[in-house]
């Protein structure tokens, strides 16, 4: 079967359009979730959803790697993440749910043990992720070399790109482990699912 220039057109545009919906749903409906699981943790909980998050070489503790990020110490902490949570997320599954699912997943193991094995402190909270889409959108531009990829990581990295003094020790309450190990999580996501790897064409 053959199509036209102006029907190949279209159904280009209707696949883009119906990944970006799916991309706004998927990202919309964690980022609800994860108020409302500080809002119970907050005023009906008494904040014990915080044990979900990461205690530093307790291996019982290991399976909270999973849990931590969709964690946050209080509404101000989950005020703070929402925005960047939302814009980095939606660029990050916009070209690929499956894509986007394998390098969340990445970022949550590589990031979760980076905290495990250094921090020093029960550490929670999305900006794990966050610093994993930075580091994945940015490393998808390098990797993948489309005009479009490159375009997504220059705008990301002059928005966003401030954030990278998050990686810095700084502040004991703020984990700066969370943020660098993220980070790398996000980096090695995008070399992993680059279209020339067997890894990529499995989770297309």
Known sequence: MSYTPDERRSDGLVRHG???????????SVTAAMWALELFDVYADNGRLDQFGIQPRDVSDLPDIFTAPFMHAGL????GNTVPFLV????????GIAKFLAASLIVIVVGGLGVWFTSSANTLGSSILIFGFFGYLVGRGLFERRLLDIGIA??????????????????PAISWQG?????????LGAWFLRRDTAVSEVVR
């Open 88 to 95: 980095l997320g939606f660029l990050a599954a916009v070209r």
């Open 179 to 187: 943020h660098l190990f993220g980070l790398l999580g996000g980096v």
């Open 154 to 171: 220059v705008v990301v990295v002059a928005v966003y790109g401030t954030m990278l003094f998050g990686v810095i020790p700084s502040d």
């Open 18 to 28: 119906a990944r970006a919906l799916s991309a706004v749903v998927l990202i919309g």
């Open 76 to 79: 101000q902490h989950m005020a």
